[in-house]
T-cell receptor
Framework: NAGVTQTPKFQVLKTGQSMTLQCAQDMNHEYMSWYRQDPGMGLRLIHYSVGAGITDQGEVPNGYNVSRSTTEDFPLRLLSAAPSQTSVYFC??????????????FGNGTRLTVT | AQSVAQPEDQVNVAEGNPLTVKCTYSVSGNPYLFWYVQYPNRGLQFLLKYITGDNLVKGSYGFEAEFNKSQTSFHLKKPSALVSDSALYFCAPGVHGGSQGNLIFGKGTKLSVKP
């Protein structure tokens, strides 16, 4: 079982460059989300989606775009990278309904450095 | 507004001793709570959950947690720690009927178990 797959594992960008972090899940989960993890800050929600064609902002959405054209994929786009976006990014998926009974499944993360 | 606190950045215990990782929360409504564990260079993994019912919840790897409504706490415990338990632990409360996007994570507590 692949679960939640994130690519790439590591990325270095220069300020102003753009890139897309990929996330795919094979569990037919309706819900997908992106978090960033920074030292001392825990996990902060960037964007989430409750199904194909539906996205919403989380706690820290500025500087990031998302789209959800299929159930399986939920890419995260950085249009113009900034050093403040240096972080470890995690994609997660879960069932949309009965959220209290559905733990999230996490990918192994993408470590992004912006210089 | 929801909030969660993990008051200890790090917990150090000797192998074989009991361990406790503390979590307190504040939610508007009936809470449900998760504990997740993160091993180095990996995503978070589900450990256990409290939904309703018995206040003592048992989870993976011999961990358990006690829900205390009056103290709004959900402390993670294990009777006998193993070196392999060393990891980062996250408490995550949500609200019954809320969406996955309302799940928030604590800042994490690093557990270090020494031989």
């Amino acid at each position: 079982n692949a679960g939640v797959t994130q690519t790439p594992k590591f990325q270095v960008l220069k300020t102003g460059q753009s890139m897309t972090l990929q996330c795919a899940q094979d569990m037919n989960h309706e819900y997908m989300s992106w978090y960033r993890q920074d030292p001392g800050m825990g996990l902060r929600l960037i964007h989430y989606s409750v199904g194909a064609g539906i996205t919403d902002q989380g706690e820290v959405p500025n500087g990031y775009n998302v789209s959800r054209s299929t159930t399986e994929d939920f890419p995260l786009r950085l249009l113009s990278a900034a050093p403040s976006q240096t972080s470890v990014y995690f994609c997660a998926s879960g069932l949309s309904s009965g959220t209290e009974n559905s733990p999230l499944h996490f990918g192994n993360g993408t470590r992004l450095t912006v210089t | 507004a929801q909030s969660v606190a993990q008051p200890e950045d790090q917990v150090n215990v000797a192998e074989g001793n009991p361990l406790t990782v503390k979590c307190t929360y504040s939610v508007s409504g009936n809470p449900y709570l998760f504990w997740y564990v993160q091993y180095p260079n990996r995503g978070l993994q589900f450990l256990l959950k409290y939904i309703t019912g018995d206040n003592l919840v048992k989870g993976s790897y011999g961990f358990e947690a006690e829900f205390n409504k009056s103290q709004t706490s959900f402390h993670l415990k294990k009777p006998s720690a193993l070196v392999s338990d060393s990891a980062l632990y996250f408490c995550a409360p949500g609200v019954h009927g809320g969406s996955q996007g309302n799940l928030i994570f604590g800042k994490g507590t690093k557990l270090s178990v020494k031989p």
